[in-house]
Every structure is written in C-alpha cells, then in structure tokens.
C-alpha cells in the first residue's frame, strides 16, 4: 500500500480545500509531519484512514462532527484519497454523514447521508468501480488485507498507544494481541470446554441426585435403618437384597393368614350354632308368658265386653248428643264476651247499670236472664247518651284544629325568619372566605396551563424515547450479529491467505522448475541464454515434482473463490457495521436499562400534563361559577333580609289570632284544652256500650236454644235405659275406642293360640330342655378370630404393596444408575479437557491456558521482529524477553505466557519495562510497535505497506538516542517505504529537511512544505 496524495476539504480543522502531494514528500523516503499542538496533525491521518476504511481510528469516530466548525456550514465535507492498493491505483472520494442547511425543515438543517466514490485509475484515465460503501469496503477489504483496527497499529503507529502496551498488565495487553490477531477462536473454544464442563457436571450431579432420591425413597419404603452403600456401583446388589427379604416376609405372612381363616370358620359356626339354641329358648319361655297373661287378664276382658255392649244402646242417644253439646259450646262461648263487655262498662261508666259490679264478680254464668234482659235496656239509653256528647266535641275538635293551625303557621313563621336571617349570616361569611378560594383556583389554573404547554413536547419527547428504547433493545441482538459476521470474517481471511500462500508456492515451484530446465541446457564455454554469461557457477537444480499450467490453475480458482467468500465475508461485516453505528445513534448512547427509564420518565410526565389539560377546563368553569356567585352574593344577602321581616311580621299576626281561640277553648275544655283526650273517652265508652248490647244479646239468644235441645236429649235417654242424656253420653264411644276394644278381645285369642302352636314344637322342647348357651363367650372367640385373621391380611396386603413399591423402586434406581455412569464418565473427560485448556492441570507444566498459548507464540514472533530493531537503536544494550512466567497483572488462572522483560547486557539483569527512563520507553517501544506491525502484516496475507506513519513520542530522546533512531528509520526507508514522522519537536524540524508544516489561524488551518 502506497500512498500518492491527499485532498481535503471541510475536514476536521481545515476550512477549505488542502492537497496534499505525498508522492513529492516521498522522494526522499522520510519527512515530517508538524505543527503546534491543535493544528490538525492526528486530523491528517485521520484523513487518510477516512478515506480508506469510511471512518476515524477511536474515540475521535464522530461522523456528525468531521465537518470542519471553521467551513461554510453548506460546504461538502470530503476526503480524497489517491492510494496504490495490491499493484491497483484507486482513487477514493469519500464524504461523512453530515446536516447541511435547509429552508424547508422545521429544525433548519437536512441530514446528508454517507456517501463514496470509487475509481480505478486504466491507461490514462479514470474508471468508476462502485458508489456503494459496502462495495468499495469490500473491494479495499480484499486489496489491503486488513481491518481499520489492524491498519492504524501497522500503518499508523501510536506510541503512546505502545508504551500502554509495554507496561500494561496481562489482561489488557490480551485484549490488543486478541484484536490485532484474531485468536478470539481459541478462547472461544475454552470456553466452551469450561461450559461443556459444566453441563455434563450438571448432568452427572442431576443424574446422581436422581439415584440418590430413589435410593432414599427404596430406604423409607422399606422402613430400613442401614445407611446407603457409599459406592454407587454397589446400590444394585443391595437393592436386589431388599427386594428378596421383602419376598420372604410376604411368604410368611401369607402361610400364618391361611391358618387364622380355618380358626375363624371354626369360630363363626360354633357361634351360630349356639345363637340358634338361644333363640328358640327365647321363644318358648315368649310363649309361657303369653298364656299366663292372657289368664291374668280375663277379668278386664269381660268388662271390655260389658262396655261394648252399653256403647250399643248409648248409639241410639247420641243422634242427639251433638246438638246438646253444640248449645252448650254456644253458651259458654257467649259468656266470657259477655263478661268481658260488661266489665269494660263498668270501668269506663261505673254508675251506669246497679249492682253490675257486683254481679261481674260472681260471674255472668250466675246472672238470671231476667236480669241480662233488664241489663240490656239501660245499656241502649247510655249508649244514645253518649252519641249526643260526640257531636258536641266534633264541633269543638274543630276550633282546636283551627288554634292548631293559627299556632303552627306562627311557629313556621319565626323558623322561616329564623333560617332568612342564618342565610344572611352564611352568605356574609362565603362572600368574605370566596376571594381566597378565587385565588386558589386562579393559582391551581396557572399551574395546570404550565404543564399543558409542555404536552405537545412531552409527546414528541415519548415517541422518541419509545424509539431510542427499542433501538437500545435491539442493539444486543444487533452487536451479536456483528460479532458473529466478525468471525466469520476472519475465517474466511485465514482460507483466503491460505490459498494466496498455496497459489504463491506453486508459482514459486513452478518459476524454481522453469530455472532447472534452463540450467539443464547450459554447456560450459557456451553463453547464457538469459544472461550471455560463458561462466555456470551455481546452475539451478529442481528435485521435486514437476508442477503444470492445470495445478497452478486449480490454485488460481481455488484463489478467487476464497476472495469471494472473503468479500462475501466483508461485505456482511460491513452491513452489520451498519446497523450497529445507525442502531447505536439511534438508541442515543442509552443502554437498555436507561433507555426504559428515560422512557417510563417521559411517559409519566406526558400523563401528568395530559391531565392537567383535562382538569383545565373544568377548573376554568369553577372559576368563572366563583365569580358569579361572587357578584350574586350581595344581591342574596339584601333578599334574606327583607324576606326576614315579613316572616316575622306574618309570625306575630299568627300568634295574635291564636290567643283569642284559646281563650273560649280553655273557657269549653278546662286550662288544658284536650279535646282529642275527651273525644278519645266517649267513643270508648259508645264502642264499649255497643260490644256490651251485642254480647249480652247473643249469651241470652244462646241460653235459649240450649234449654230447647236439653229438653228433647232427656226424654230420649229414658226411653233406652238411660237416666238422662249425660249418663248415655258417659257410655258412648267412638270408632276408634270401639275398634281398640275389639282389636284387644281378638289379640287376647290370637296371643293364646299361638303360644299354645310354639309350645307344642318338638325343637323349642328340646331348646328349653337344653342348658344356656354362653353367646357372649362364642361370640368374643368369634370376633377375636375375624380380628386376627384383618390384621394378618393387613400385614399381608402392606408387605405386598411395599414389595411392589419396593420392586418398582429399585428398577427405577436401575435406570437412574445407567443414566448416571455414562454420564460420570463424559463429565471426568469434559473436565479433563477444560482443566487442561484453563491451564491448571497437572499436565498443563507451563500452566498456561489455550488462548494464553496461542497469543504467548504471537508475542514470541513480536519480540523476535522488535529486537532486531531495539538492539542496534540501543547500542546492543536492551533485548526484549519474552517469558512465560506470570507477572503481576496476570490475575487469572491460566492467564501466563504474555510476560515481558528486558534485558540489559550491560549489567545481565532482567528488569521490568516500567523501570525504564521516557527515552529507553520510547525507543522499546517503538521497535515493539513495528516488529508488531511487521508480524501483523505477514498474518494479513504478507502486505506491503510502502507508507507508513509514527506518531510523536520524539521529545523524551536525548540528542544520541534520536540519532539511533532516525538511523531505525532511515533502514524503514529499504525497499522504497516512506515514512512520515508526527512530531513538534525542534530537534526534529532539523534532523528532517522534508517537511509539512501546518499553520493554526482562527479560520482554520492550512499546510505549507518547506525543503
């Protein structure tokens, strides 16, 4: 890689347009980059991995702030790069996304996109190859071989950068090998190991945990004390042993419940046998009873009949026994009324009737019906009596309503003034208290106005944070990709660099057998074809298999199709690249966490002022109301209180007319003018007059028809034997008492037959003959036997659930076992392995993990390349060493093998690199810088970077030391290199006649070349 010229404009500090002709600066193989501090050095080289990769090396890449501050805001910024990529010269137009002015969008400025220009310099002029930047990234990609990341160590050397490096520990200088390398791979691959011993010590613990819970659950089913085996391997045998002793007990359980069941047959019919005895002992004795009862009895039985026998002849009396008893009902139903009216007038009117009291308390039942009737003609006058005084307290009662009314309109009237008068009083007190209840809503309404100013910008302000959120959501999945494209990458960069050596080697061969064939014709004495020299004396000689145009053919296929998965490669790193940079400005720097914070922030806020716009207009109405009832408030205080006299004056009218009413009351009814008192009397007297008359009627109507039917029930009785109706009604009987004396006389015959048929019985004989079976004793034998043989059968159905239980449990510690071995075998290999990667197994001597190996082989090659430039810029003092020993900043386990030391000859020591003084720092390194980019050059395909840069670092040098170095730069110059120095140094403007100055003004900087 050549670089021929450089144009810039509106790029970094430069204003205008600045050209840079580096193929004139490159004459003399090294020149100077300088300026003061702020002039736009570092910009330059930016520019020029701008326009190679589309972007600027670290924290610097911001693509809105690369267009100059000092330009013309509508000036284009652009980078063109005039450069020699893998023998192709290419002209490279670039410029950065940026925000031109504009007069149409509401913020004032449009944001212009990326965009390039890429072109390919044929014959003598110019050939567009893309203006796509995925395509121009993968066609320089392709030609230089390298990563943006990979060029600005190689290319761009920062010394700073590598004194970090020199001094830094082991984790960060891990971080920069794995990044320039590529070794991501094999750490990846201890991981998986590290995670693949996990899962299978998972899997393993999962399955032995499994084994154990069966095995636990075998030692409780079988209620056994004795602890597990301690080795799994032995757990089968002593499951079987369980199971077998389970088997035995159930054999002997079974043998003692077939002899419980013939004991307990035995039991139960000897209990049969004897409860049937006992029975018909029963029965006899039943039957000897019953005949003795019925001989006992006959007496009663032949009253029994006797009574049936009356109860014929009183039937023929009883026609008229119910009428007889229905008078009699009537009657003394009719005398407790009776009673009952009468004593309520003789409360009420104790002079109305003579005597009346003292006939009540001998009972009206007593009372001769000539007297009822005398009572009945003098309870008819006082009720007309007591008719006449109603009429004349109903026309009183009606003045006292009037005075009733008269008082309550005046009382109504002095409440009403009462309550105009509090109005006054409450309107008063509100329209003093409403002024500061205005004030609170006008205050409460500026602050609801506030916040509705901000509803439409809190709206804004939520859609766009729901954006950045989704944005900083998506971008782990998107960062995910690109890593994955990353590898993907770099794979296809190895195979690709694989098959350029491949194709190199045969073309090598084939050059190497072009020259033996050439040899093979020479003759001594006879000129050189080639060479027209008569002289041989080395004549090539080729050993190995001739090669044809068809393998290097095959090679150069091979070539090209890696080239294109490569570009393939490239091309979706570059669009994963993409999404990551538009994603990340689109998610606004916010991680996922901040991003639904700020979100949930602006959420709550936009619902704080959406409600507040909501409450607006009904505050603004309780506004306007407060206001209007203000202005209401005196007009309502003047109506309460004219509305207040004429309700007293209404009152006192009132009240007059009242005392004049009262006055002929209290003369009628007495100082306490209870008329409803005495209107309340006498219709208690009139309604208890009235009751009186009626029961005294109905007793006398009653007593009347009850001698009419006593009369006729006599002469009845007579006539069939009776004395009179009471005593043939003594001897009746109803049906149910004649069919209880019946059904007894036939029970007493039926009773004595069918004891005499169970005495006669030959069995029951014998049963009474016998001796008294012992039921209780058969009975307990029996029982005892039934509960025996229960609780043999329980034990026996127990033991066979548990041998069941037990059997299924052991074939499940069956399984569990041969999931569990195979999978303690895979774990002790997993962890063989991991153990051994991580670099702390026993095995592992250097205990040094896999990715640590792999990086320690890089850094030995780096150390190899960089002393064969620290060991002539030191006068042979220093050597880098590099050991495999852990240093101090190598904290993790497995993390040795990227220690460094120097060595100093002149004393044999070993010293630490922070040791050394800020010019032996620079000048290790700056040889560790470029024996780095050498190593990291071959590894990207052998790349010749015939352009390089070093960036400051020159002023801690004292004046020998910066001799030696230049001298380290002079030899960078071999083979056609240029090398461009970044430096303020004095010393340095003198040391280097080629030089580009740039110039700092306050409308930007420019360049100037001098020598």
Not at 152 to 178: I, N, S, Y
Not at 544 to 555: H, I, K, N, R, T
Not at 982 to 988: G, L, T
Request: charge should be negative; aromatic fraction near 2%.
């Amino acid at each position: 890689m050549r670089v021929h010229g450089l144009r810039m404009t509106a790029f970094g500090p430069f204003a205008g347009r600045v050209d840079l002709d580096v193929d004139a600066l490159s004459e003399h193989g090294l020149f100077l980059l300088t300026g003061p501090t702020g002039a736009g050095k570092t910009s330059v080289l930016d520019a020029i991995c701008f326009g190679l990769y589309g972007r600027v090396p670290g924290a610097r890449q911001q693509a809105d702030r690369l267009h100059s501050d000092h330009a013309d805001p509508g000036v284009a910024p652009e980078v063109q790069l005039d450069v020699t990529l893998a023998g192709r010269r290419l002209r490279l137009n670039r410029s950065p996304r940026w925000q031109r002015p504009s007069s149409r969008a509401r913020s004032g400025h449009v944001v212009q996109q990326a965009s390039v220009l890429a072109q390919e310099r044929v014959g003598d002029g110019w050939t567009t190859l893309s203006t796509r930047i995925d395509e121009t990234q993968h066609l320089v990609d392709e030609l230089l071989g390298m990563t943006c990341e990979q060029f600005t160590q190689v290319a761009m050397l920062p010394q700073g950068q590598f004194q970090e490096f020199l001094r830094a520990g082991a984790d960060d200088r891990r971080k920069v090998l794995e990044q320039l390398f590529g070794t991501q791979r094999f750490r990846d691959v201890e991981l998986w190991l590290v995670e693949h011993r996990r899962t299978t010590a998972a899997a393993a613990t999962s399955a032995r945990q499994a084994a154990c819970s069966a095995a636990d659950q075998l030692r409780g089913a079988g209620h056994i004390e004795e602890p597990v085996p301690d080795d799994l391997l032995d757990w089968q045998a002593w499951a079987d042993a369980v199971v077998s002793a389970a088997r035995h007990e159930c054999d002997d359980l079974s043998v003692l419940v077939g002899q419980s069941c013939q004991q307990r047959d035995e039991a139960r019919r000897a209990q049969a046998v004897g409860a049937e005895v006992a029975s018909l002992q029963q029965r006899g004795l039943r039957a000897h009873q019953l005949l003795a009862d019925v001989v006992a009895t006959q007496g009663d039985a032949d009253q029994q009949a006797e009574a049936l026998r009356a109860a014929d002849r009183a039937r023929q009396v009883t026609v008229l026994l119910e009428p007889l008893a229905e008078a009699a009902a009537r009657v003394a139903a009719a005398d407790q009324p009776a009673a009952i009216a009468l004593t309520d007038v003789s409360g009420l009117l104790p002079h109305a009737l003579d005597g009346l009291q003292e006939m009540l308390d001998e009972g009206v039942s007593e009372v001769s019906t000539q007297r009822l009737s005398g009572w009945l003609s003098g309870l008819d006058g006082e009720r007309s009596r007591h008719e006449q005084t109603s009429e004349r307290e109903q026309r009183l009662a009606l003045d006292v309503a009037r005075a009733a009314v008269l008082d309550s309109e005046a009382a109504s009237a002095g409440r009403q003034a009462a309550q105009a008068e509090e109005t006054v009083t409450r309107l008063r007190t509100e329209s003093t208290d409403r002024p500061a209840a205005i004030d609170t809503l006008r205050t409460r309404i500026d602050t609801a106005r506030r916040l509705d100013a901000t509803h439409d910008h809190l709206h804004h302000a939520v859609h766009s944070a729901r954006q950045q959120a989704d944005a900083a959501n998506r971008l782990p999945a998107i960062d995910s990709a690109l890593r994955a494209a990353e590898d993907t990458a770099r794979q296809a960069i190895d195979t690709h660099q694989a098959a350029v050596d491949h194709r190199l080697n045969i073309a090598r061969r084939r050059l190497a057998g072009a020259a033996a064939e050439l040899a093979s014709r020479l003759i001594d004495g006879r000129p050189c074809d080639v060479c027209g020299s008569a002289v041989h004396p080395d004549p090539a000689v080729d050993d190995s298999v001739p090669l044809g145009d068809s393998d290097e053919a095959a090679a150069e296929r091979a070539e090209t199709d890696a080239a294109e998965r490569r570009a393939r490669a490239t091309s979706t790193v570059q669009r994963a690249q993409a999404d990551v940079t538009e994603t990340t400005a689109a998610a606004g720097g916010f991680s996922t966490a901040r991003a639904d914070a700020h979100l949930v922030e602006c959420a709550n806020k936009l619902e704080q002022a959406a409600a507040a716009r909501a409450r607006l207009p009904g505050l603004l109405a309780q506004l306007a109301n407060a206001e209007q009832e203000q202005a209401r408030a005196g007009e309502q205080v003047d109506d309460a209180k004219r509305l207040a006299a004429e309700l007293r004056a209404t009152a006192a009218g009132r009240r007059d007319a009242w005392s004049q009413l009262h006055t002929g009351l209290v003369d009628a009814l007495g100082p306490a003018v209870d008329i409803a008192a005495a209107q309340q009397h006498t219709q208690r007297c009139r309604l208890a007059l009235e009751a009186a008359i009626d029961a005294v009627a109905e007793l006398l109507t009653a007593r009347a028809a009850h001698e009419t039917v006593t009369a006729q029930a006599d002469r009845l009785a007579r006539r069939h034997e009776f004395a009179d109706a009471q005593a043939a009604q003594a001897c009746a009987l109803d049906a149910t008492s004649r069919n209880q004396l019946q059904s007894a006389l036939s029970g007493r015959e039926q009773q004595a037959a069918g004891a005499t048929e169970v005495l006669a019985d030959p069995a029951v004989r014998n049963a009474l003959a016998a001796l008294d079976p012992n039921i209780e004793q058969l009975t307990a034998s029996a029982e005892a036997a039934d509960n025996l043989l229960d609780r043999q059968r329980g034990q026996l159905a127990s033991a066979e659930r548990t041998t069941a239980r037990l059997i299924e449990l052991r074939q499940l510690l069956t399984r569990c076992l041969a999931q569990w071995q195979p999978r303690h075998e895979a774990h002790d290999v997993a962890a063989s392995l991991a153990t051994l990667a991580e670099g702390k197994s026993a095995d592992n001597h250097q205990q040094m993990s896999l990715s640590s190996y792999v990086l320690a082989a890089r850094l030995e090659q780096v150390v190899a390349a960089a002393n064969e430039r620290l060991v002539p810029m030191t006068s042979s003092r220093y050597v880098l060493e590099h050991t495999v020993q852990r240093s101090a900043g190598d904290r993790r386990s497995g993390a040795g093998g990227l220690g460094l030391r120097i060595r100093d000859e002149w004393t044999g020591d070993l010293r630490d690199p922070s040791t050394l003084s800020g010019g032996e720092t620079f000048q290790t390194s700056l040889a560790l810088a470029l024996g780095l980019a050498d190593v990291v050059g071959n590894e990207c395909g052998g790349t010749q970077l015939q352009t390089i840069f070093v960036d400051e670092g020159f002023g801690s040098l004292d004046a020998d030391s910066l001799d030696e170095v230049l001298d380290e730069l002079d030899r960078l110059r071999d083979g056609g290199r240029v090398v461009g120095v970044v430096s303020h140094v004095d010393a340095m403007r003198e040391r280097i006649p080629t030089q580009l100055n740039l110039v700092k003004t306050r409308a930007g900087s420019s360049l100037a070349r001098t020598g």
